[in-house]
């Protein structure tokens, strides 16, 4: 069975600072894919970012970008200059690939951007 | 681009009523996914479906049903409503993959808030 862990209820970060969240998995897979989803009060699920297993490059998007080492399963997620809109549940999840696009999530890290 | 639609946003039930939260999608996806979040919580998976007329069990699938008799519909059925199911219910789609080349995320509707009293 797969399992993701955030091991950090709630953070803050000022306003144009750097925040990382941490994430963890748990696999037996090789090949899977990981994502960092955004949940702000509106409850809407928004793609963050999204890293595949098989390449080596951590993947970027604007100020949001990831740590991905597949040996220590671990998949943080660094939010540079932090906004005020960047206040938020995220949510790390695991797919694997090709089985049924299943997700698996994290229990989620509450971000509060402060002024 | 309408993408997930999930109607009603919000529902009080009493115990023992059922409902169905209406679910549909105009990607054209194949896999759709009904998931739960309770406070503090984060997603759990009640049922997926691959394609039309296909559905399959999530993690917690008890007191559910679903059914897929078209590709861009997937409703959720809650035949005996109790206060465990009490929670946000999220509906997801997504494209059907092509193995290691795919990059496929899903795409979630705005939710809908049910408390069961």
């Known amino acids: 069975a797969q399992t993701v862990t955030q091991s950090q209820p709630e953070m803050s970060v000022q306003e144009a600072e750097t925040v990382t969240l941490s994430c963890t998995y748990d696999?037996?897979?090789?090949?899977?894919?990981l994502f960092w989803y955004k949940q702000p009060p509106s409850r809407q699920m928004i793609l963050v970012i999204r890293q595949e297993a098989y390449k080596q490059q951590n993947a970027t998007e604007n100020r949001f970008s990831v740590n991905f080492q597949k040996a220590a399963k671990s998949f943080s997620l660094k939010i540079s200059d932090s906004q005020l809109g960047d206040t938020a549940m995220y949510f790390c999840a695991f797919m694997k690939s090709f089985t049924g696009n299943q997700f698996y999530f994290g229990t989620g890290t509450s971000l509060t951007v402060i002024p | 681009n309408a993408g997930v639609t999930q109607t009603p946003k919000f529902r009080i039930l009493k115990i023992g009523q059922s409902m169905t939260l209406q679910c549909t999608q105009d990607m054209n996806h194949n896999y759709m996914y009904w998931y739960r979040q309770d406070p503090g919580m984060g997603l759990k998976l009640i049922y997926y479906?691959?394609?039309?007329?296909?559905?399959d069990k999530g993690e917690v699938p008890n007191g559910y049903n679903v059914s897929r008799s078209t590709t861009e519909d997937f409703p959720l059925r809650l035949e005996l409503a109790a206060p465990s199911q009490t929670s946000v219910y999220f509906c997801a789609s997504s494209s059907l993959g092509n193995g290691m080349s795919s990059n496929q995320p899903q795409h979630f509707g705005d939710g809908t808030r049910l408390s069961i009293l």
């Open positions: 479906s691959v394609g039309a007329g296909i559905t």
């Open positions: 696999t037996s897979e090789s090949n899977y894919y």
